[in-house]
């Protein structure tokens, strides 16, 4: 019963973070063309910190690929840069949890300035151009408030997840 559940919620974590993310693909916030707030990251801590890393690498992958599946740009130049930035920034968050010397909250930011430099340098192959590069100083200055907020995030509903985890045994 108790992997029955996991795998739901897990399934329930993808669905939001599929939403989020397609949400926010229409959504143009950041002046930089392709970039977001990052919302579906939220999820993507949540299950790191809730559950396990492969859980969110699993989790995150999956909802990369849907969602480009989705929204029609499946194996498109910005599939490979979200897939390239999604798992450089989960690899550098994954280590910065395991060494336990940052929050989540700072463990969001540097796994968000990750994600942007994942991207440029897929961008760099898939473009065939280093001119993608002059977005990056941009990229990394807003990634440091995109992942503050999405750690905020995080950490609330990990706090009141915790809470009601422990009311409910």
């Known amino acids: 019963m108790k992997k029955n559940m996991k795998m739901t919620l897990l399934a329930n974590f993808l669905a939001i973070a599929i939403v989020l993310n397609i949400i926010e693909s229409f959504v143009p916030i950041i002046p930089v063309p392709g970039a977001k707030l990052g919302f579906a ?30 929204i029609g740009r499946f194996l498109a130049p910005t599939f490979y840069m979200s897939l390239s930035g999604a798992i450089l920034s989960l690899m550098v968050m994954g280590m910065f949890k395991k060494l336990n ?67 409910i045994r």
Do not use: C, E
Not at 41 to 63: A, C, E, P, Q, W
Not at 101 to 127: K, R, Y
């Open 41 to 70: 990251n939220v999820v993507t801590l949540i299950i790191l910190y809730g559950y396990s890393f492969k859980d969110s690498f699993l989790v995150s992958m999956s909802r990369v690929f849907l969602v480009s599946i989705l």
């Open 101 to 167: 010397f940052f929050s989540i909250l700072g463990v969001s930011v540097i796994g968000s300035f990750f994600h942007a430099i994942g991207q440029i340098i897929a961008g760099v192959f898939v473009i065939g151009s280093t001119a993608v590069i002059a977005y990056l100083p941009i990229m990394l200055f807003l990634s440091i408030p995109a992942g503050a907020l999405t750690g905020i995030i995080a950490q609330r509903f990990l706090s009141v997840w915790q809470t009601w985890n422990r009311q």
